[in-house]
């Protein structure tokens, strides 16, 4: 029977659903509001500004993937 328990047991089918998402992700992006300033690669971002996380060119980094 197909449930979620069983599910975890078939790696080759988790591995496609995963696949499948990361290459067609539901949200393209989403924003955030930073809660304390933070400092990414040398570049200071206040908390004063919302930042958008691009989702769909996470995905389909080539040097990630």
Sequence with gaps: M???DSMNEMHY???CINETLRVD???ISFGI???ESIDVLGTKISDAHQVLINIHGLHHNEEEW
């Design 13 to 15: 089918f988790s591995n």
């Design 2 to 4: 197909l449930n979620y």
């Design 33 to 35: 509001q930073l809660t």
């Design 25 to 27: 992700a539901p949200p």
